[in-house]
């Protein structure tokens, strides 16, 4: 079944330890369309300007991503942004934030975005959030991102679309700041209470943590020796899940898991290089190489 | 088979968020001894003074755990330690220190004690480490924990420690600090260059990583919605992986695992009360059910 993402399409400057890339593409919704694409076919909706380089967009093409939900605004500059990540990855601060052609974004999906059965509200504003879910004909499946900046300055048109989705995306610090948990166990299962049926609440290199109204699932990332850039994980991760999810078609936790599974294996791809350079030659075969590696390491 | 550990025997006064303890029994040997003495006989090697109450003593003598190794100075205070807790479990400041008895610890070693097969040496200094390990007259797998004053101050005299013993046990800042990376996967598989058979690196309420010559073995810890204080947790997983392995008699890398999976779930026994308060109380079946639920929770 086909997946319809919207969410950022973006340059980036990223410093990590091992180097620094400036205008690199990136963005939540180039992610998530790169990893997904490898599962079913995707929608991806967005805004970029004519800067944005060509080749990538045939990438995504090529990987069957329809991308006639574009907003390719002429003369336009693409959104950017900056980070900065500490030795412990799992830090970073952002350095510059230039909206650009997302100042004006106005999403408008074409009939195959709109007949999309699983939705993924990447982390753009919740607004646009509910405004592409409007648009969606029959959703069967709504998930949904966010980020810590509408959590604290937009939560009330978050709480709208936490209502209307099915599960959450999110990192172990907005899990805390959504609930006021400090206790990650605890926010994670406090997280249901806005009437969602699943959560995923991702801990980057200490794995992640699902909850349902019945089942709490909890495991490992794959280890990865040496991280060169974490920009994007959580987006594969959720592009991987959404994406296996969608081919399976179904909805239930054996499901779920598994997705989450191979979400956090794809992610450890992701960060093994910058922008999205290991997605473009990561096959399935490497994926399902991992995942047996990972059930070694982690069953007794 | 028959343990012997050696390591502090502490009056402890701790401050969570949870509440605030003084006077409360603890120190590395203690907690151990409470975890290990669930599986197998043990004899405990330390000092302490004659204000240490005598019921936790007979407590550990109702154990199995054989308490003629402990040098009871008459008119001696025993060794404290005072620790702040951050909300952020992970975290701790060390607010006092006063070695009292522990300045002119002398360990002697019984018969049964020098008998002992199985060996844990407790975090005490490295020379005093040896000494305890130089008494044993045939040990067959020996345990070593350390910390990061000795780390930091007494490396050589550690290195000695580490050629000696079959598996280090240590949390992930102690192993960046021993081998200088900083990943944490690195730096578990870095600390195998000391000559050792096994490693296992804790990560607190992120789970263990645990590195053989052939295997790498990672798993999350077992999930706790509410933290009382984390003291002791290392040590009782350190007493419940140990008294696994001496009862089981038998050291492959599946017993290992084993034993680090029962470490984990007795540690979420721990942080659940403060001192050695809930390992009074806890049987074999406490411990199975949680394995249990473990299984469940972990397995795709």
Redesign the interface.
Known sequence: MNIVVVGTIAFDDVVTDHGTVNDTPGGSALYFSAAASMFVPVNVVGVLGDDFPVDILEFLRGRGVNTNCLDIVEGGKTFRWGGEYE??MNIRKTTNLELNVFNDFNPVLDEECRKSKYVFLGNITPELQLEVLRQVESPEFVVADTIEVYIQNDREALLKVLDKVNMLMINDEEARLLTGE?????AS?ALMRFGLDYVIVK?G???S?LVSKD??????AY?????IDPTGAGDTYGGAAMGYIARANSIDI?TI??AA?YGGIVASYTVQDFSIDRMKTLTIDDIDKRLEIFRN????
């Not at 089942?215 to 490992?220: A, E, G, H, T, V």
């Open positions: 030795t412990d400090h206790n990650v166990i605890t299962k801990k290199e200490h794995g943590i089942d709490l699932f909890i495991f490992p280890p990865i020796d040496e991280v054996e898991k598994s599974v390491i982690t069953s007794f």
